[in-house]
Structure formats: C-alpha cells, structure tokens
T-cell receptor, first 112, second 113 residues
Framework: GESVGLHLPTLSVQEGDNSIINCAYS??????FIWYKQESGKGPQFIID?????DKRQGQRVTVLLNKTVKHLSLQIAATQPGDSAVYFC???????????FGPGTRLSVLP | KAGVTQTPRYLIKTRGQQVTLSCSPI?????VSWYQQTPGQGLQFLFE???????NKGNFPGRFSGRQFSNSRSEMNVSTLELGDSALYLC????????????FGSGTQLSVL
C-alpha cells in the first residue's frame, strides 16, 4: 500500500519533458543536502547530493541546484520517464547537526 | 553488497502491546538511524546508534527505544503501543553517521488496531 503522504504537492509532467522539483530548507547552517526518491512500498533511495561549497551538481539525467542566499534547493530531471513517478524528498544536515531533516516531499506524476 | 535489511516487513498489533523491529545495515556501516514516516508528519528522526551507543535522539516519548549490537545490527522497540504509532518505520545506515549519505531499508509497516 501507499506509504507516503496523501496530501503532498503534486507535479505532473508529460513523459519526455523536464521536471523541476523545489525545496525550501530551514536551517541557514545546513551545508549538506540530499535528494531522495521514494516509490510506493519502498524506502527512500539516494539520488544525488550537494555540499554548500557548490551551487550545482550533475548526475545521470539529474541536476541539483543550491541557492544558499534564499535557502532553496531544486532537483531537475531531464527527459522524465514513467519510472520517475515517485515522491521526492530533500534532506538537509550540517557539520554541527545531529541528524538529517527531511522536507515534506513532492509527488511527481509522469503522464503518458 | 547487500542493502539495508529490515524485518518484519509488516506488523499488526493492538493498543497496549509492544513491538520490536530489526535492522541489518550495509556491511561495513557502523551508524544506524531510525525514522518514523507518517502521512501527516512525514519523515521524523527517532534516534541514531553508533558503536552500540545512542548518539542522537529525536523528540519522541520514552516508549520508543533502541539498541545496537556489536555487529552493527540494530533493533527498535515501542512499548505500550498507541493508535498514533501506526507508521512506516525506516532504518538507514551510513559509514560513520555524520554528514554523509544515508542508505535506507524498505521499512516496517506497523499498524496498531
């Protein structure tokens, strides 16, 4: 069954389009950020991370952008595929932090 | 390399009972963290263990406890279950447990009736 929030913000995109998922983080001292993907019935899966000494990092079909001035993080997925449908979470931590703090999540729905 | 393994996958309990969940981290990982995931609250940190010691603790009542064994395997226990404890309990492991990637298991879905 469904294991994540029922009232999450939802982003619907056409297959093949690019997706941009946004996250506002709360702690100005946070200096390490991770994006996770969670499919129904599974645990969060690591996608990409970025440290605060960078403002952009690219992976395979994914790019993370970090704007420390406005405490904003985004995940860009190129050529979105049906298999990208999931809930996406950002997580933040700091060298002084004790644990990761997770955002509320965004549900990505890929339309055929 | 095997991933994080959590058992059991599903549990159904009644109010007032207690439950123990198990987590085997990725081989070589010494830190294990536990999170509670619910639709209303999202992912909430419970506690973290490193070298058999609880290093960090979230804001949960004392009914929630855990431990870690010398082989880094971890268990968490919830006593006197309440309806609101129904959730997906996720275990995550990392090498040293500081500012580094967490790798999650598939979770234990606990339903309290």
């Amino acid at each position: 069954g469904e294991s994540v929030g029922l009232h999450l913000p939802t982003l619907s995109v056409q297959e093949g389009d690019n997706s941009i998922i946004n996250c506002a983080y709360s702690n100005s001292a946070s200096d390490y950020f991770i994006w996770y993907k969670q499919e129904s019935g599974k645990g969060p899966q690591f996608i990409i991370d970025i440290r605060s000494n960078m403002d952009k990092r690219q992976g395979q079909r994914v790019t993370v952008l970090l704007n420390k001035t406005v405490k904003h993080l985004s995940l860009q997925i190129a050529a979105t595929q049906p298999g990208d449908s999931a809930v996406y979470f950002c997580a933040e931590n700091s060298v002084r932090g004790q644990n990761f703090v997770f955002g509320p999540g965004t549900r990505l729905s890929v339309l055929p | 390399k095997a991933g994080v393994t959590q058992t059991p996958r599903y549990l159904i309990k009644t109010r007032g009972q207690q439950v123990t969940l198990s987590c085997s981290p990725i081989s070589g990982h010494r830190s294990v963290s536990w999170y509670q995931q619910t639709p209303g609250q999202g992912l909430q940190f419970l506690f973290e263990y490193f070298s058999e010691t609880q290093r960090n603790k979230g804001n949960f009542p004392g009914r929630f406890s855990g431990r870690q064994f010398s082989n880094s395997r971890s268990e968490m226990n919830v006593s006197t279950l309440e309806l609101g404890d129904s959730a997906l309990y996720l275990c995550a492991s990392s090498l040293e447990g500081r500012v580094e990637k967490l790798f999650f298991g598939s979770g234990t879905q606990l339903s309290v009736l």
